[in-house]
T-cell receptor, first 111, second 114 residues
Framework: GESVGLHLPTLSVQEGDNSIINCAYS??????FIWYKQESGKGPQFIID?????DKRQGQRVTVLLNKTVKHLSLQIAATQPGDSAVYFC??????????FGTGTRLQVFP | KAGVTQTPRYLIKTRGQQVTLSCSPI?????VSWYQQTPGQGLQFLFE???????NKGNFPGRFSGRQFSNSRSEMNVSTLELGDSALYLC?????????????FGSGTRLTVV
């Protein structure tokens, strides 16, 4: 796509399977985290967020898990569909009062 | 309600020229942030505006500037364009400033410098 990196890590999953996308965040001071989905030709779209006083939050077909001990965030997508194919970014608020984005993971869903 | 609107969607400029990009936030959103997205650097923060004031700035040269109007619409300007400025420029709006609220992004302006 026109707006994503050429050398992103890629996760390939079969339609109907569950997907898990991982993210290691950098700043132990971060207390707010967001997952974004970016489809080709579009801007990032908000999926789900979580604050540091929680370790799990669920949305529709998505779950975000936060492990503050190892500074790790994951996004789980249940029953992955072709429309889920996109690049997924995690973002953290750090201590600079601006969102800092990870490098992204490309999710490819095949039939 | 309407989302974040960025214009133009595509732009081709020549090295040395200058360019102005526009962003209209979601109605009621008072904060506007700008990001540059490139394959090599990913999403890099440019600046944030709130109440017509630049509240936060990323590590970009002074050729990159912006402003916000009283209706919260924002523009960013890049002067003396370089080839490396080719990127997708994304605008995001939020109700309040800072990074503790979800940002809503526009579709971006694809700038190509030749």
């Amino acid at each position: 796509g026109e707006s994503v990196g050429l050398h992103l890590p890629t996760l390939s999953v079969q339609e109907g399977d569950n997907s898990i996308i991982n993210c290691a965040y950098s700043n132990s001071a971060s207390d707010y985290f967001i997952w974004y989905k970016q489809e080709s030709g579009k801007g990032p779209q908000f999926i789900i967020d979580i604050r540091s006083n929680m370790d799990k939050r669920q949305g529709q077909r998505v779950t975000v898990l936060l492990n503050k001990t190892v500074k790790h965030l994951s996004l789980q997508i249940a029953a992955t569909q072709p429309g889920d194919s996109a690049v997924y970014f995690c973002a953290e608020n750090g201590d600079t009062d601006k969102l800092i984005f990870g490098t992204g993971t490309r999710l490819q869903v095949f039939p | 309600k309407a989302g974040v609107t960025q214009t133009p969607r595509y732009l081709i400029k020549t090295r040395g020229q200058q360019v102005t990009l526009s962003c209209s936030p979601i109605s009621g959103h008072r904060s506007v942030s700008w990001y540059q997205q490139t394959p090599g650097q990913g999403l890099q923060f440019l600046f944030e505006y709130f109440s017509e004031t630049q509240r936060n700035k990323g590590n970009f040269p002074g050729r990159f500037s912006g402003r916000q109007f009283s209706n919260s619409r924002s523009e960013m300007n890049v002067s003396t364009l370089e080839l490396g400025d080719s990127a997708l420029y994304l605008c995001a709006s939020s109700l309040e400033p800072g990074a503790d609220y979800g940002y809503t992004f526009g579709s971006g302006t694809r700038l190509t410098v030749v």
